[in-house]
């Protein structure tokens, strides 16, 4: 497996990590990490990350499902990536540390992720499926990083220890009142999954908009994360309710990217040189989608 560093410009980078909260300022506001993240000890899952990252690698290769060092849609997610990480950094001190990888594993799953560190795959189910183009690879891979760059591994984590404490705590109560802790854990358990559940969604609803953020920064329109979602539901008629889902539905999420636009599309216009009043209208390159104008 090669190693995909990305060539970081040594100014830009020194300017980023001297001023990440002046650098913030013009883009989305999300409020600081969860302090539920610090019970994990910081940096504890990136090793577990970059273990379970390099097996399904191996795995992947095993059968032939990894793509090659010179595979066109691997360089083409590496070139996107590499314009992406830089704007990236500011959200996290300890990203500039990280050993930032892209690979692209063969399959018809419809997913991508970033896992603690910077370890990036994409599927390509989800390129083929989806007909990606580069400004949609960019909101995807924006949001995946948002998920490491905001230590939402980590936060979940501890969401579960304290989760686990309520369910330990509830059934200890009711053995001391004389009532079936086994009965008590259940119902305890089921409202800690579903306030679980709820934490996910929010989790995501954070990673779309600090994803717009980077990804707008780097040149891409953020107009193409409503787009995303249109495809996504065109072939995702049967998700489950939003409220039994780790993940917010499309229509809010569609939402959410229209109500931050106004905090994005400025940072676009910059990356592009461009006065925010000439950008073109976002293409859609599927029928039954219009384009997307701004404002």
């Excluded at 849609?73 to 070139?79: I, N």
């Excluded at 990203?95 to 594993?105: F, R």
């Amino acid at each position: 497996m090669k190693l995909f560093r990305t060539g970081l410009n040594t100014g830009l980078l020194a300017l980023m990590l001297a001023w990440p909260a002046a650098f913030a300022q013009d883009g989305v506001q999300v409020g600081q990490m969860s302090p539920l993240r610090k019970i994990v000890p910081a940096g504890t899952l990136e090793p577990q990350a970059a273990a379970q990252y390099a097996q399904t690698l191996s795995k992947a290769k095993q059968q032939n499902a990894l793509a090659a060092e010179n595979d066109p849609q691997l360089q083409r997610l590496r070139a996107i990536a590499k314009r992406i990480i830089p704007f990236a950094l500011p959200w996290n001190a300890r990203a500039k540390d990280w050993k930032w990888e892209v690979n692209l594993l063969g399959s018809k799953q419809v997913n991508a992720y970033c896992m603690p560190g910077g370890k990036i795959a994409f599927y390509t189910g989800i390129l083929t499926t989806l007909r990606m183009t580069d400004d949609e690879i960019a909101m995807v891979m924006g949001h995946e990083i948002a998920h490491a760059l905001r230590e939402h591994g980590a936060e979940r984590a501890g969401k579960a220890t304290i989760a686990n404490i309520f369910v330990k705590g509830a059934e200890i109560f009711a053995a001391a009142k004389g009532y079936d802790p086994n009965v008590a854990g259940q119902l305890a358990g089921g409202a800690a999954n579903m306030t679980m559940l709820k934490f996910s969604r929010d989790d995501e609803t954070e990673a779309d908009i600090v994803g717009l953020d980077i990804a707008a920064r780097a040149g891409y329109d953020p107009r193409a994360g409503i787009v995303l979602w249109q495809k996504m539901g065109m072939v995702n008629k049967n998700a489950p309710p939003q409220w039994l889902s780790t993940h917010p539905s499309g229509s809010s999420r569609i939402e959410e990217i229209r109500r931050h636009l106004p905090e994005v599309m400025p940072l676009y216009a910059k990356a592009k040189s461009a006065q925010l009043s000439a950008l073109p209208p976002y293409q859609p390159n599927v029928k039954g989608i219009s384009p997307v104008t701004y404002p």
